[in-house]
């Protein structure tokens, strides 16, 4: 039988800044993902509003030796 592997923790970095919508200075930047790919988002930890979402790269946080070349 196959297990299932622990969820990866997500890394968030503290950025400076209050949340347009509810006003708090939680925000967080990390990488999602979604239906158009890998997203670098700047998020509040309180509502969850999206402050900004840039186009991540294609692999999100995942780096293959080849792009470090
Ligand atoms: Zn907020």
Request: hydrophobic share 30%; aromatic share 2%.
């Amino acid at each position: 039988m196959s297990q299932i592997p622990p969820p990866r923790p997500v890394e968030r970095t503290p950025v400076d800044g209050d949340c347009p919508a509810c006003g708090r200075a939680e925000l967080t930047e990390y990488d999602v993902v979604g239906e158009t790919g890998w997203t670098h988002v700047v998020k509040c930890g309180h509502c969850l509003t999206s402050a900004r979402r840039t186009p991540a790269h294609r692999l999100g946080p995942i780096t293959l030796l080849v792009d470090q070349l």
